[in-house]
């Protein structure tokens, strides 16, 4: 394989990383390949974005089928499930029966493509098209970088890697749970790992152990975050610093600002996050005890409480937590998201 090399990572607070300049082995150039989900999409834009090519990356999105019967199939690998929703179309055609298997079907909203590269909407993440694109282009515009977030995405991105493996240097975040040599580099939390420690060999029945993975330890080609990637860098901050501070500044201080999210599988996500000095927690109700400021620091204490239900409930839990933490604070907000059930 030619050596690739990446780019510089940022230098000083407000510098764009400098690309190097002249050779073929330099990434210039990104495809994000997506699933459609926000979490595991900006953690792929957070790091072109930290590579300094948010200018110069586009976005294609991994589609399953959706509706119906397809709901209860998203376990299977994406080429699989396309198959098998295909054959279903063909045996039963338009009938009244293949309608009710497939349900509704879901359409992607269309997203600005990057942002900048000008394409009006996400593009179909076909690795065919993608690597026949990275070998054709290569000896002009060098090594296509590719970035993918989430299981959906790692049948493509590794068979990108497999089609031109001479032209693409291919990043997995999140672990692929096998087979991690199809990858030029995998970035995953370090948590994925707990297992591995002493502890968690103490915490995990040995009965249990055989279905948990990763089996092995980290090899060369897996770099481990502490949590994980977004986008918010330093210009982010200042950005929200600017558009926030009439607002927040003249507010009695510490400001603890709560971001209550919304459902994932069956948990709720909040945010507990402090403003000066400033420590951000994730928080999931469905383990939630109770919480409370000791000096600067935000502690949290933890109890399984099972699968998070949302009603009158969750939202007494969540205003009695507060209510421990008032006395210790300057001020309070709370922000909702889209996502967030209205009961709660």
Known sequence: MRPIRLPEPPSGLMGMPEIFEGGVNVIRRAVVIGNGSAGS???SLGLVR???LS???SIHRVTRPRGGINEWLRWLPVPVHKVLDNLIRQIFGNSRLVMSLQGRKLVAFPVQNGGHVGLSSILEADAKKIASIARETFEKEGPLLIVASGRDTISVASSIKRLAPESV???QIQHPRSRLDRFDL?????HDYYALTANGQQEIPRILRWCITPKEPPGRNVVLSIGALHQADSAALRIAA???HDELAPLP???LVVNIGGPTNSELVIEVQTIIPLLVFEVKLGLLDFFHFVGPSLVLY???KGNCKYGSDLATQLVGSLQNVLASCGSVRISFSRRTPKKV
């Open 50 to 52: 930290a590579l300094g």
């Open 169 to 171: 240097f291919v990043i």
């Open 302 to 304: 933890q109890g399984w």
């Open 253 to 255: 201080k510490p400001l």
């Open 242 to 244: 600017t558009a926030w």
């Open 186 to 190: 995998v970035v995953t939390p370090r």
């Open 55 to 57: 200018d110069k990356y």
């Open 41 to 43: 999409e900006n953690q």
